[in-house]
């Protein structure tokens, strides 16, 4: 497949995301989704080393009968992140998506009926917008959201760090990445030469990012600026933890 080329980034800070930005996404992801799959899966080493660093913090090989629950915002297809998660016998994934072709991709890639899966019963698949998910204060060890809180406008990234913060137990992580670069919005028509392609992202740069993500209660652990070589775009990946009081 082609390289794919960053998109324009919008210089204006009055930038204003377009009313159905939502639905949009979700029409176009639910279009590209096998496109996007095949791109990203190949290219998923980045990903997996934050995800084991994750792990490595969590208590799935020390304590194996401690049950831990993961919250992974913007799953896509579960490959080959929330697959890796759920490799471990005493881990359960709470896997949210926007887009139901995603979902039903991870569905098929993950929950297989015959014979079912190791995953059955620690697997659940909550379609809809991640900033309107609600779930009770202190419920997840961990929550994931790989190239997926980019989707938000800013105001909104802001608004699910908040929640992230609040849905956290005390001393739990968040692994997440985040435009490295500062803009208020950018969009692309045609992404992945998708005519159905059409994108938004949006960031705060890394030092804003951080700002951010120290303002909703979270202690900054690792912190790293990493290019993506698909796109020659820069990423700030974060694991970042919750006091333990
Ligand atoms: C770039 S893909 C990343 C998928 C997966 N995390 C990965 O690393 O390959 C972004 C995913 O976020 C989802 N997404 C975008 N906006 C979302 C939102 N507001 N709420 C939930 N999911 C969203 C998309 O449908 C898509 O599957």
């Not at 992974?72 to 926007?98: F, M, R, Y």
Request: glycine content about 6%; some cysteine; proline content about 8%.
């Amino acid at each position: 497949m082609a390289e794919q080329t960053a998109p324009p980034l919008d210089p204006n800070p009055q930038y204003d995301p377009p009313a159905d930005l939502k639905s949009r996404m979700k029409a176009s992801y639910d279009a590209i989704a096998p496109k996007y799959n095949e791109w990203t899966v190949s290219h998923s080493a980045t990903r997996l080393r934050y995800l084991d660093q994750l792990l490595s913090r969590l208590p799935t090989t020390t304590s194996p009968s401690a049950p831990v629950s993961v919250l992974e915002l913007g799953a896509g297809c579960g490959l080959p992140v929330t697959q890796k998660l759920l490799a471990h016998a005493n881990l359960s994934v709470t896997a949210n998506d926007i887009s139901s072709a995603q979902l039903s991709i991870a569905r098929a890639n993950l929950l297989p009926d015959d014979p079912p899966g190791p995953a059955h019963g620690r697997l659940t698949l909550l379609d809809g917008d991640m900033l309107a998910l609600d779930f009770a204060p202190a419920v997840f060890d961990a929550v994931v959201g790989m190239y997926s809180i980019i989707h938000l406008p800013r105001a909104e990234q802001v608004e699910m760090l908040r929640k992230i913060v609040a849905w956290l137990k005390p001393g739990g992580w968040l692994l997440a990445n985040f435009a490295a670069d500062e803009f208020a919005g950018a969009e692309a028509q045609n992404w992945l030469e998708e005519e159905k392609g059409w994108m938004f992202w949006s960031g705060w740069g890394s030092e804003g990012t951080l700002e951010k993500v120290r303002e909703a209660g979270l202690e900054v652990v690792v912190r790293e600026t990493v290019e993506d070589l698909p796109d020659e775009k820069f990423f700030l990946w974060i694991l970042a933890k919750k006091s333990e009081s």
